[in-house]
């Protein structure tokens, strides 16, 4: 199989290495070959082409099975720049095609100290977010006139009902409950949404329970009530606040892994967390995320089932055995933690 | 004083029952006249009149020096239907130009154990969420049109000004730190809100230490570390989510109050949670938030400051004296914990 490597800015690089380094592991211990080709994303893009997203680039993710990606952005490239680290991530979602962004969040009992919310309160979470990721306010029209400023939010019944099918049929695979969120008391775009996840569930999963949320009470329920939530859909923007807010769950936000998923079995596979400038260069970041990430690229994009549930195994077992980063509480470095994996998988 | 009274649908006329028990309470004791008048919003508007926000109620608003909302909406008048019990809020918020929307939080330590949160998580939490309420998407073009919908969201440079200024000044006259949220790294009306935000502060409040958080590492935040924020001010959408997120800090959205601002010291005050029909007419509703938002009535529309800190103590009181309506954990009734609070007042 081939996989692209998007290291990135920031942290990217330091994380994506141990993930690649379990990958090659995997890979030893079961006898696959994986050809690894590393190409330039986001800020090191810009730096070197003027292009946060190179043909190159695309082209390398084309000809792969899978993108693993760390993480893009840094003060380097502001938010006013006219080319951003961010548009090279959300054009590769577009470009792909990865409508489907699945975003698990679980809860290792040992890990109970590092979140702020009560024990009790996350006990035995397990919960999947997939968000929309290639349409919504992200990708509308958006301009500048003078002193105002405009963005357009747009979804079609396609583009809500392709990601509802994604999210129902897990959802069929787990304890068939489906939250959809939206804001339908207020926006358009979710009164459409509310309409056609009512309608794919009842005609498409009649075995799947459907309920309704709107996000401001999702945000809510979500760190009052996590365990009760299964399957949740949604849209980008939603999706994006909502999965950060759930991250406090787990414990750390550099745990959590992401697969964005299109119609095929390409995916692109990336930790939730964000480049984390301040740290970048200094061993100190949390690799799980990504590792986790590693994992789910196994799964689904490369049908290996069981070398995805050892790689979980392995993270959980790092975790177990006191392998903790600073956002962790420990002070195990990113390295060392990459070790206590490989070193678990065996 | 004349205070327009709109108890809405749902808990609202409970929970707005007790409040204005409060208030009549406050004037008999320090020697005020409040002149209160009912008018009809929301679905029970629609029920009596076919619009959600009747003429008459607008003019009943217009006349009063500010109007005590309770809450509206329920499954009677879905999100489909043509006229919506929410359009009567949108349309009051817009028609009275009440752009900026005060969301306090704050933590009463008796009521640690109905937090989510660990207890050292939220210990000391003040924080103030600032809101902008009549524009962005909720106010921006909508449409369906076939397959398709569309939500428009827009921002002018004087729409963001305004608010960030209110927020600013109120950030001056407490530890003068302000946390402007927005998604600049995606939206062209965040980058707008960032430069404007930028600017006024600079310019207009150089003591106030101004920092800029995106929306989705702001929603981790604020359940992970609660205490570092002071002043918060955000879009109206994000503004949102956010709010109805930080409610778990206080133990239950039923406890918060708000305010929602224009330029002069009219207003209109409501409490942030919702209508919540599954329990109303039950007397099992939470009358705190109401009755503190009250409170905010008596400070920023009538000027009595010194009375809007005797019903804020009197909650505090009756809270402390175990007065715990269901949300609480305990089994104090709507009336009881009201009866409480005028109890308290002596
Ligand atoms: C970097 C940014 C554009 C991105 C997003 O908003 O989608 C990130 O926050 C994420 O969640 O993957
Ligand atoms: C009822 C609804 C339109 C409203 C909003 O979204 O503003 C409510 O959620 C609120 O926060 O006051």
Redesign the interface.
């Given at each position: 199989a081939r996989i692209a490597v998007l290291a990135g800015d920031g942290i990217g690089p330091e994380v994506t290495e141990q993930a690649v380094r379990v990958l090659e592991a995997v890979a030893a211990a079961r006898g696959h070959v994986f050809t690894l080709e590393d190409a330039l994303v986001g800020g090191a893009a810009i730096d070197a082409t003027g292009s946060a997203l190179p043909e190159e680039t695309l082209a390398a993710c084309r000809r792969s099975d899978a993108v693993l990606f760390g993480a893009i952005?840094g003060p380097k490239w502001g938010?006013?720049a006219k080319v951003?680290p961010?548009q090279g991530l959300?054009a590769l979602r577009k470009g792909l095609g990865l409508f489907a962004n699945l975003r698990p969040v679980t809860v290792n009992p040992r890990l109970a100290g590092a979140s702020?919310?009560?024990a009790e309160?996350i006990a035995g979470v397990d919960l999947l977010v997939v968000r929309e990721l290639t349409g919504g306010?992200?990708f509308g029209e958006?301009?500048?006139e003078g002193?105002?400023?405009?963005?357009?939010?747009?979804?079609?019944?396609?583009e809500v009902a392709r990601v509802v099918r994604v999210a129902a049929r897990l959802a069929r695979g787990r304890r068939r409950k489906l939250t959809s969120v939206d804001?339908?008391?207020?926006?358009?775009?979710?009164?459409?949404?509310?309409?056609v996840a009512t309608r794919v569930v009842k005609e498409e999963f009649p075995e799947v329970v459907l309920d309704h949320h709107l996000?401001?009470?999702c945000?809510?329920q979500?760190?009052?009530?996590p365990a009760d939530f299964d399957v949740v859909v949604t849209e980008n923007?939603?999706g994006?606040?909502?999965?950060?807010?759930a991250?406090?769950i787990a414990g750390s936000?550099g745990l959590l892994p992401s697969a964005s998923l299109g119609e095929g079995t390409f995916g692109l596979y990336e930790p939730i967390h964000?480049s984390a400038p301040d740290i970048a260069g200094r061993g100190l970041a949390d690799p799980y995320g990504t590792i986790a990430s590693a994992a789910m690229l196994l799964r689904h994009s490369l049908g290996l089932e069981r070398e995805a549930a050892l790689v979980e195994q392995a993270v959980a077992r790092a975790v177990d055995g006191g392998a903790l980063t600073a956002d962790l509480g420990g002070s195990t470095s990113t390295e060392a933690a990459g070790t206590a994996v490989v070193q678990a998988l065996e």
């Open positions: 952005g938010p006013s951003r961010e959300l702020p919310l009560k309160v306010i992200y958006k301009r500048r002193a105002s400023a405009f963005d357009a939010c747009t979804y079609t019944e396609d804001k339908a008391n207020v926006l358009e775009t979710s009164r459409l949404w509310r309409d996000v401001d009470s945000a809510m979500l760190v009052r009530r923007m939603f994006d606040i909502l999965t950060d807010e991250s406090v936000i964000g």
